[in-house]
């Protein structure tokens, strides 16, 4: 593991060419097919980082049976870097693992992992060991560790490329050379290679496209199993949802190289490690939608039962593992809102609609879009498991950073329950203010806001008596305006609107707006779904001539780590642009949106922004961002590109502005190197 961090074809084969003037992919060599869906398990890296030890891998393989991940096929127990000793090789040229990790070795603790009905993986790296740099490599020693491996009895092989750039190694070349003594081991063990060539531009600096994940897809088919697309998808202990994002798009380039035995790999799943639920009940339908390995990357024993049901859910897992292995490609545009669809071995489509902003919204596709024809379509929900029909129209009502996932089929036999999407409370205005589409919305104590929901019918028969019922918070009030219609006809939808209204001791936080919908379906009697959207009660805003850093914020955001306050990212040192020491401020690395309740009381902020100094102890790339402060969704003040030697100075008028947002985005070198700062920040309220 690093330590750095259209149109759709639904009939196209599981493998096919890639279009003119892209490297041409070799077909996968007739060997033995070792995984033919995609593999799962869990890996070492994220959750344990640097020093795996016997004990805490041997606890694990232990949970995984006792959890039920096992049982749900979550198999492979690997052992990810570091697990080699200081000098990673005795003086016959063995590999040796560390002993204050492994004090009995690694056979007794393959063993004990087999014992558990599990499989075991390790880890090395394509390139040589280079002391100081590179801690194991086996470069030179192909053969003789794909051997060593195999005598351990492994399952599965890991192959990293932190030494093979470093060595500027072919990955090519040495990726096949190592295939190759894998597949010719001593004792004749079949072993799953991942290839693991994490390194991306700009991510890591500029290298050659030959020598990046992006590549291995021409190749890796071939001779792998699975193969890298793109750089880590965080850090140890930290997997965020836009890296999240990242990777799966990167991930998506090129979905014709995968198929039965040989798949894209997007990196870990990451739950409980940044992201919330919501955010990770999506990862998780992205990388099954994509015929990912379903590796985790988090401490399984610290998780909680959500997570864990998020995990194992069948119908998620069986689209996952399909036995076709067809990758999802995107119907249609990308943007904040996307559909894409994964065809199924039995005919079926597995239908996601992403919602990438940070607003609720309801999103809709048709069967025909997803290659379905006829006039009738069952939608099962994977994630709730309420089967519905259709007459031809997909929708649900996603949250932000959510994602809807539906198997969707041709229906037979007698009408069924009608498809009816319930949506989700959505705040529109705000003291008779809009809040600006894909915002998420922002509310405080004695103000007054419109929410609307919206109910559609998208099946051939009618529902009747809609009826919406809005909870809110004690204390508040909500209060509907108009009228609902009945019945509602098929393909037709209805927007109920409600006025809420704060007290003015509102408490700052989190609150829940809950919609209750019923309806009539002839046959059925009454039916009910509930919805749910979080809103954010804004905290006081600040009084008098303040230093910004130090008021409370709504949120905060940053690339890697957390925005740190009057200390640059990471809060090692103090906030330092050319020579110059700022006492106060907030440093960030790219992208970074920092958001301010002001309720209309400022008037000004003045700030200096710029690259802090500390990029200068790690080298000579990257290290440039792009500050924009934005006032209700307005762009105040762009900085333009800003690199390690220049600041600007920036004297905004805050004249009239309720939410403030100070955003950092990564001039496009893709966040390398970037430790970005907002000093001063003073305010005059």
Same mark, same amino acid.
């Given at each position: 593991m690093a330590f750095l961090t259209g149109l759709l074809v639904v009939q196209a084969p599981a493998y096919a060419a890639p279009p003119a003037g892209d490297a041409a992919v070799a077909a996968p060599a007739p060997q033995q097919i070792l995984s033919p869906t995609p593999y799962m398990g869990w890996n070492t890296y994220y959750a344990l980082g640097g020093d795996p030890t016997a004990a805490e891998i041997?606890?694990?393989?232990?949970?995984?049976?006792? %959890?039920?991940?096992?049982?749900?096929?979550?198999?492979?127990?690997?052992?990810?870097?570091?697990?080699?000793? =200081? #000098?990673?090789?005795?003086?016959?040229? !063995?590999? *040796?693992?560390?002993? !204050?990790?492994?004090? +009995?070795?690694?056979? &007794?603790?393959? +063993?004990?992992?087999? %014992?558990?009905?599990?499989?075991?993986?390790?880890?090395?790296?394509?390139?040589?060991?280079? &002391?100081?740099?590179?801690g194991l490599g086996s470069h030179g020693y192909y053969q003789r560790d794909a051997n060593q491996f195999a005598a351990w009895e492994f399952d599965a092989v890991k192959v990293d490329y932190l030494c093979g750039i470093a060595a500027d190694l072919d990955p090519k070349t040495v990726y096949t050379e190592f295939a190759k003594a894998l597949r010719n081991n001593a004792s004749g063990r079949p072993m799953i290679f991942n290839l693991c060539n994490p390194v991306t531009s700009p991510d890591w600096g500029n290298y050659p496209q030959e020598q990046q994940s992006t590549y291995s897809w021409s190749y890796a088919p071939a001779i792998a199993q699975s193969w890298r697309t793109y750089t880590d998808v965080g850090f140890i202990g930290e997997i965020k949802f836009k890296d999240v994002l990242r990777n799966y798009d990167a991930n998506a380039r090129h979905p014709e190289a995968a198929g039965p035995g040989h798949f894209n790999d997007p990196d870990y799943l990451g739950p409980e490690l940044g992201m919330s639920d919501e955010e990770f009940r999506t990862q998780m339908t992205l990388w099954s939608v994509a015929a990912a390995p379903l590796v985790i990357g988090s401490d399984i024993r610290k998780l909680s039962q959500t997570s864990l049901g998020i995990l194992t859910d069948r119908d998620v897992l069986s689209i996952n593992q399909d036995s076709a292995a067809v990758q999802a490609v995107r119907v249609g545009p990308a943007g904040t809102t996307e559909t894409w669809v994964k065809r199924l071995a039995n005919g079926d489509r597995a239908v996601v609609l992403l919602n990438r902003g940070d607003s609720p919204a309801t999103l809709t #596709?048709?069967? /025909? /879009?997803?290659?379905? %024809?006829?006039?009738?379509?069952?939608?099962?929900?994977?994630?709730? !498991?309420?089967? #519905?029909?259709?007459?031809?129209?997909?929708?649900?009502?996603? =949250?932000?950073?959510?994602?809807?996932? @539906? $198997?969707?089929? $041709?229906?037979?036999?007698?009408?069924?329950?009608?498809? *009816?999407?319930?949506?989700?409370?959505?705040? #529109?205005?705000? +003291?008779?203010?809009?809040? =600006?589409?894909? *915002?998420?919305?922002?509310?405080?104590?004695?103000?007054?806001? $419109?929410?609307?929901?919206?109910?559609?019918?998208?099946?051939?028969?009618? *529902? @009747?008596?809609?009826?919406?019922?809005l909870t809110v918070p004690a204390g508040w009030t909500a209060r509907p305006i108009g009228e609902t219609p009945t019945p509602l006809k098929p393909n037709r939808s209805v927007t109920l609107t409600f006025t809420i209204t704060l007290p003015d001791v509102a408490a700052p936080g989190s609150a829940t707006l809950s919609a209750t919908t019923s309806y009539e379906v002839t046959g059925s009697g009454r039916l009910r779904q509930e919805t749910a959207t979080a809103l954010v009660v804004a905290p006081a805003p600040p009084h008098g001539d303040v230093v910004l850093s130090h008021h409370d914020w709504i949120s905060a955001t940053s690339g890697w780590m957390t925005p740190t306050i009057d200390r640059s990212v990471g809060g090692w040192t103090p906030i330092s642009m050319l020579g110059q020491i700022h006492p106060t401020g907030i440093g960030v690395a790219s992208p970074s949106t920092i958001r301010y309740y002001l309720g209309d009381r400022c008037t000004r902020l003045t700030t200096t922004v710029g690259i802090d100094d500390a990029v200068r102890n790690v080298g000579p790339e990257g290290g440039t961002s792009t500050f924009q402060v934005l006032g209700d969704g307005q762009v105040l003040f762009d900085s333009g590109v800003v690199g390690r030697d220049d600041t600007r100075q920036a004297d905004i008028d805050l004249t009239g502005v309720r939410v403030l947002d100070l955003v950092v985005g990564d001039a496009g070198d893709g966040g390398y190197n970037d430790r970005a700062n907002w000093a001063g920040l003073n305010a005059t309220c």
């Open positions: 041997e606890s694990t393989a232990d949970y995984l049976v006792s %959890s039920g991940l096992r049982d749900a096929g979550y198999q492979y127990v690997w052992i990810d870097g570091n697990w080699a000793a =200081p #000098t990673p090789r005795n003086s016959a040229g !063995d590999l *040796v693992p560390n002993p !204050d990790q492994f004090p +009995d070795g690694l056979k &007794p603790l393959v +063993d004990y992992i087999h %014992s558990k009905g599990l499989k075991a993986g390790i880890y090395t790296d394509a390139g040589p060991y280079i &002391p100081g740099k590179c #596709t048709t069967a /025909s /879009s997803v290659g379905l %024809s006829g006039k009738r379509f069952t939608l099962k929900n994977a994630w709730t !498991d309420q089967v #519905t029909e259709s007459a031809g129209t997909i929708s649900a009502a996603v =949250p932000a950073h959510g994602a809807a996932l @539906f $198997r969707v089929a $041709r229906a037979t036999g007698k009408p069924g329950i009608p498809h *009816v999407v319930a949506g989700l409370p959505q705040v #529109t205005e705000v +003291d008779g203010d809009a809040v =600006p589409a894909g *915002v998420a919305p922002v509310v405080a104590g004695g103000e007054q806001a $419109r929410v609307k929901l919206t109910v559609r019918n998208d099946s051939a028969r009618p *529902v @009747f008596r809609p009826r919406v019922e």
